[in-house]
């Protein structure tokens, strides 16, 4: 009788989430924002603790299927000011990027090849700035541990789209909600390059969550990349209009 009761107590253990399903679950939570605009600062460290600090604002809209539109412009310093970077995801595929140079005048498109290189002499690659849709990785679920002190899932995601800059990321996901607190990236030489930490996760009114602080550490080289963002706002009223290659050009208001 205990052995049949035991079998019963085994079988009826709730099965833990595939790294797929998980991965499903984090992305839920950054959804549902309709449109987005928010302002930021990036900070640019180098191994001798030499800082550049730029100021940007970032602008997203929310698409069906994930085809996201968004548009980030560098306000200062004058040497930057009004070059922008604009995306149009593809969520199964490779998403379309153009790049404005305000200093010469011109629109660059970035093709494939390319997303592995450093957005802006930032530690962060344009593969990094176009958003880790769903169907670009698989999942296997390594494991759980606590990451300061934080119940965590441990995910492996590797890249299924072409001219990838990492041949996995490992990722901790919180247990209890699901949010992204490290992720570490393995380069082509399969040696560990970088470490992504986001820390001050806040719920908005759209029930949407958001990292509000992100540290982009390169292993490498010891440069560190900074980005915290402000007044950051949903719902504005955001056209799909106003993500276009002319737009780029212009610095929003």
């Known amino acids: 009788m205990k052995t049949i009761l035991a079998v019963v107590v085994v079988l009826n253990l709730p099965f833990a989430d595939t790294g797929r399903e998980i991965a499903e679950k984090a992305n839920a939570t950054q959804r549902g924002f309709v449109d987005e605009s928010v302002e930021s600062v990036m900070y640019l460290i180098n191994a001798r603790n030499d800082t550049v600090v730029r100021n940007l604002r970032n602008m997203t809209i929310e698409r069906p299927k ?7 412009q560098f306000l200062n310093p004058p040497d930057v000011r009004g070059t922008g970077l604009l995306t149009h995801q593809n969520p199964a595929g490779d998403d379309k990027q153009w790049l404005y140079l305000s200093e010469l005048r ?27 849709t769903l169907d670009k990785f698989t999942y296997k679920l390594l494991g759980e541990e606590e990451y300061k002190g934080t119940p965590c899932y441990i995910v492996e995601r590797i890249p299924t789209y072409k001219n990838s ?9 919180e247990k209890e909600r699901y949010l992204v607190l490290r992720s570490e990236f393995t380069d082509r030489k399969n040696s560990l390059l970088k470490v992504l930490t986001l820390q001050e996760w806040t719920q908005y009114e759209t029930g949407t969550y958001r990292a509000n602080l992100m540290r982009m550490q390169n292993l490498q080289t010891g440069k560190i990349s900074l980005i915290k963002f402000n007044n950051r706002k949903m719902k504005v009223g955001l056209k799909e209009g106003q993500f276009t290659k002319r737009n780029l050009q212009r610095l929003l208001k």
């Open 66 to 72: 994930q085809e996201d539109y968004s548009l980030i």
């Open 106 to 132: 011109r629109v660059k498109t970035i093709s494939s090849r390319n997303k592995s290189g450093a957005f802006m002499g930032s530690e962060f690659a344009y593969e990094d700035i176009t958003g880790n």
């Open 165 to 173: 800059g990492y041949v996995r990321i490992k990722t901790w996901y």
